[in-house]
């Protein structure tokens, strides 16, 4: 009889003492919401803070005529194709023009990933002509690489926290 007295107690102990241990361990506590709702990066803002950063790296690229580090700017599909026309005449990196001024103007969410916009100036010989493209960004694994160069560009002014930058 004493034996079960014992079980008895030890059990009623554990009972008390369970939903202690359960709100310790994150069941049912009130917890889980506020955890939810405070993700540690929003998505949208990390997608613009690395397309900014790899199209940033490709104009000063451009402007320095770094083929490698233009390169390591792409996503692996568009390398061949990069390798063959980069410094052909109208490639991004051909001898005969200098990029006097390279500047990212809009940051967008787009079908295909991050589209940023960018007004390129070009200069050849005494003749500057300014126009604009767009890159599309996009997330390959776990890293963010340039997926597409296009002509045109947004004719939406520069949003709120997005400044003008310059290639170097």
Request: charge should be negative; hydrophobic fraction near 40%.
């Amino acid at each position: 009889m004493y034996a079960t007295h014992r079980r008895l107690a030890a059990t009623a102990a554990g009972l008390v003492l369970l939903p202690v241990a359960l709100v310790g361990c994150g069941i049912g506590g009130g917890d889980e919401d506020e955890s939810a709702a405070k993700p540690a990066r929003a998505p949208a803002e990390e997608a613009t803070t690395r397309s900014r950063e790899r199209v940033q790296a490709y104009l000063d690229a451009m402007a320095a005529k770094d083929l490698a580090a233009g390169r390591s700017q792409l996503c692996a599909l568009l390398h061949d194709g990069f390798d063959l026309g980069a410094t052909s005449p109208n490639g991004d990196f051909a001898d005969h023009f200098q990029v006097p001024e390279a500047a990212i103007t809009d940051i967008r969410s787009g079908p295909r990933g991050q589209e940023v916009s960018v007004s390129v100036s070009v200069a050849v010989g005494k003749r500057t002509v300014t126009r604009p493209l767009v890159f599309t960004v996009t997330r390959d694994g776990s890293d963010w690489c340039i997926a597409g160069e296009a002509p045109g560009g947004s004719a939406a002014p520069t949003p709120t926290g997005i400044a003008p930058t310059r290639a170097s």
